[in-house]
């Protein structure tokens, strides 16, 4: 029997990121089907195999050159696939390839049980045009001003009640201001149409990625970070091994795992259609990245491997010569080569930015109508604001709220997550009457902290105009009550 069945199919997709992306799958892909038989006199070419052939040829293998069937491999659906024609008996939906291997040549050098020899049987095919992009890669580079995952992490931990809200924000501000680092972010999407009934697991792995790299860069300064798998609903990642190519100057990594994106109209298991993976993200902390810039373009590169899969649908079992299923079934894999050209300049041009801004209102009351205050605020700026959550706070007195709040500004989205922080407190106060008579009495007072962290795509400018707008209506709204309260007093 067969040591190894394995039919492998490769496609190569080409993709430039820039202002105009574009995607294109490179030819048609290439598939091969190879089965190796090793002549080992045990296992695969057996002793009672050997006493077949010496039955019939003699032992001395008789004169010219003798071959043995040793089994037949039955390939179903493959209907597009072109160049196996020629190979196969055809027999309705399906067709078989005899396993046919040399037991005898006119010089006598085949040896049928001496472990030295192997007989590897190959062929070419090829599939049809792919009917999706079966591999893509998205990229993000972002600098310390431009967290994009900030604002995603703070509203997680937020509404899940971990931390302060304020302080939370303001540890993610100074924690990016201490830092110059440039983050280059790398996910590749794997897009894979599968038929109805196909049961088998399907588990891509980008076996390796590389990235175009200008210079000879110190290691130490340059660090990969990988995410977890399958993703938390709090981000978490960790450092992973990359080395620089002195050869080919390029940065390299491996292994990188992926999960199924399961979205509403995803297909099940044995159901038809298209299902998605992403690997997780691989983020490359750059330390010293002038040289990053002066460059036009990079290339980007990703190899991309499925077991259990074929993008054809052609599908494969293995058989001995008495038509019993054989022990050692057919592998299949899909192999999926990306190269990428990715243009820093247009990508830095699209970051997200994420500006923070933090104010405090004196002698205002903490207190829900404050709250409503300030979504009533956010509301008339044509913001669409979630309900207001409270959060639990350690001290009765200090009162906490998250509001998030989101508008679109165009072809993006603006978000705004508003923190606010209330301290309740009670004054004594001293009051002189017209009659020169001293009244003493108690007022309730208070204080509060509006911490705003927003995200917006490439215009940092309009954000902070709107962020600067929403603080000074605040001022204006809430120096009313402040007026009031004096009057009141007086």
């Known amino acids: 029997m067969p040591e190894k069945v394995e039919l492998c199919e490769t496609y190569a997709v080409e993709q430039e990121i820039s202002r105009n992306p574009t995607t294109e799958q490179v030819g048609d892909g290439s ?18 195999a050997v006493a077949d052939v010496e039955r019939v040829l003699g032992r001395r293998g008789g004169a010219g050159e003798h071959r043995a069937t040793v089994g037949h491999l039955l390939l179903a659906d493959h209907t597009n696939t072109n160049g196996l024609r020629g190979a196969m008996r055809h027999h309705s939906q399906a067709g078989t390839i005899p396993v046919s291997v040399p037991v005898a040549k006119h010089d006598g050098s085949l040896d049928l049980s001496g472990d030295r020899q192997a007989c590897v049987i190959g062929y070419d095919y090829g599939p049809d045009h792919a009917p999706v992009y079966p591999v893509q890669l998205e990229v993000w580079l972002d600098d310390p001003d431009s967290l994009t995952d900030a604002f995603a992490g703070v509203r997680t931990l937020m509404t899940r009640g ?25 996910k590749v999407k794997v897009s894979l149409p599968v038929k109805s009934g196909f049961q088998r697991k399907i588990e891509p792995v980008v076996k390796h990625m590389s990235v175009e790299w200008p210079t000879l860069t110190s290691m130490q300064s340059t660090e990969l970070y990988v995410g977890e798998i399958p993703p938390g609903p709090e981000p978490r990642v960790r450092q992973a091994a990359v080395r620089y190519n002195p050869v080919k100057s390029r940065l390299e990594w491996t292994d990188v795992p992926t999960f199924e994106v399961v979205e509403d109209g995803a297909p099940k298991r044995g159901e038809a259609g298209t299902r998605i993976f992403h690997s997780v993200v691989c983020v490359l902390a750059v330390g010293h990245p002038g040289e990053l810039f002066e460059q036009e373009r990079l290339e980007v590169s990703a190899r991309v491997e499925i077991p259990n899969y074929l993008l054809s649908g052609l599908e494969a079992r293995s058989y001995d010569a008495t038509g019993r299923p054989q022990v050692r079934q057919p592998e299949h894999v899909t192999k999926l080569n990306l190269r990428t050209m990715v243009y820093p300049a247009d990508i830095f041009a699209g970051r997200t930015f994420s500006p923070y801004q933090q104010f405090v209102f004196d002698d205002i009351i903490p207190d829900e109508m404050r709250i409503t205050d300030i979504v009533t605020v956010l509301r008339n700026s044509k913001f669409t604001v979630e309900n207001p959550r409270p959060q639990t706070p350690q001290d009765p007195l200090a009162p906490m709220w998250l509001v998030l709040a989101h508008r679109s500004q165009g072809p993006d989205d603006l978000d705004l997550l508003v923190a606010v922080e209330g301290k309740r407190a009670i004054l004594d106060r001293e009051h002189i009457t017209s009659s020169s008579v001293k009244l003493k009495g108690s007022a309730e007072s208070g204080q509060l902290k509006v911490s705003v962290l927003g995200t917006l795509p490439r215009d940092h400018r309009e954000l902070t105009r709107e962020m600067n707008a929403f603080q000074q209506k605040l001022r204006e709204r809430f120096r009313f009550h402040q007026m009031s309260r004096e009057v009141g007093a007086s």
């Open 31 to 48: 598939g091969r089907i190879e089965i190796t038989v090793p002549y080992d006199g045990s296992r695969f070419f057996t002793r009672q």
């Open 162 to 186: 971990r931390e302060n809200p304020s302080w939370l924000i303001e540890r993610l501000r100074q924690e990016a201001s201490f830092t110059s680092k440039l983050l280059f972010t790398f």
